[in-house]
């Protein structure tokens, strides 16, 4: 066994310690702010250590600032685009993975190169074409747009999971009378369950997370998702910090639940990743 180096440990404790601290401390600040009274924080500044402890910028940020139609509107966007980008991946995936298509690769690689694109340029684009179907100014088209950029990189990374999979259990399972239906959800399916769900933990955040699309192919303020409502929370309460640190705390507790749920799928389905 080869010997220890104290000093070295020391080193190692004291900078991991460091760099923790560095990225845990704005969201020390952040939750200790939204605890803290609009006066204390006015009186002794936003750097100060707290002198109150109050829930009043959790409730103006829930009532006046309008946390909870965003969490509604956040929630019925994210879902459903989880949920259909997901189903439909898999089953794309299946077919690109697990049978010989035609210019698969090619397909496969052209739904990598969508999400390649920057999505600044198709900011226009995706407005205009919102306009003349019908659904801009809805969280229809909020749905669509998300479905619509996430699948590509979704079905990539079940496509290589699936892939992975021997084909000895095909075989098996078609010779005992299965079909493609039957392999597909009683085979397929379930040996990828921790890949589905380290892709539900990261699809929810970043769709629930989401500011660009939003303001693209929404204008009114009861449609917005959590996001852009907390840049209309800076606006309206452009000095109250504890207000707006409120918002954020409140529009961060479902991202980290899911995590939280899904934490443990999460990192078996990046394990399996690096293994492969």
Do not use: C
């Not at 995936?93 to 690689?109: G, M, Q």
């Not at 939003?214 to 452009?238: C, K």
């Amino acid at each position: 066994m080869t010997r220890r180096n104290p000093l070295r440990e020391i080193g190692y404790h004291v900078t991991a310690s460091t760099i923790s601290l560095l990225w845990l401390l704005p969201i020390i600040l952040v939750v200790v702010t939204a605890f803290r009274s609009f006066d204390d924080v006015a009186r002794n500044g936003v750097g100060s250590l707290p002198r109150s402890f109050t829930f009043d910028g959790f409730a103006q940020a829930w009532t006046d600032g309008g946390a909870a139609r965003a969490l509604v509107n956040s929630m019925l966007v994210t879902v459903p685009t989880v949920v259909i980008t997901l189903a439909l991946a898999s089953v794309s995936a299946f077919a690109l993975s697990r049978y010989d298509i035609p210019f698969r690769r090619t397909v496969l690689l052209l739904m990598l190169a969508g999400n390649l694109l920057p999505p600044q340029i198709l900011l226009v684009p995706v407005a205009k074409l919102s306009e003349v179907l019908g659904l801009y100014d809805s969280l229809v088209a909020l749905v669509v747009v998300q479905v619509g950029f996430g699948l590509g990189f979704y079905t990539f990374v079940l496509h290589g999971f699936m892939r992975a999979i021997p084909a000895e259990i095909q075989q098996a399972a078609v010779i005992d009378g299965a079909g493609a239906g039957q392999l597909f959800l009683r085979i397929i399916l379930p040996l990828t369950r921790p890949a589905l769900a380290a892709l539900s933990a990261l699809a929810f955040t970043w769709v629930f997370n989401d500011l660009l699309w939003a303001i693209t192919v929404l204008r009114s303020e009861d449609r917005m998702p959590v996001t852009p409502a907390l840049l209309g929370l800076q606006g309206q309460f452009v000095s109250m910090w504890n207000v707006i640190a409120a918002g954020s705390v409140i529009a961060a507790i479902p991202t980290v639940a899911v995590f939280l749920r899904f934490q443990k799928h999460f990192v078996a389905g990046l394990a399996l990743g690096a293994v492969k």
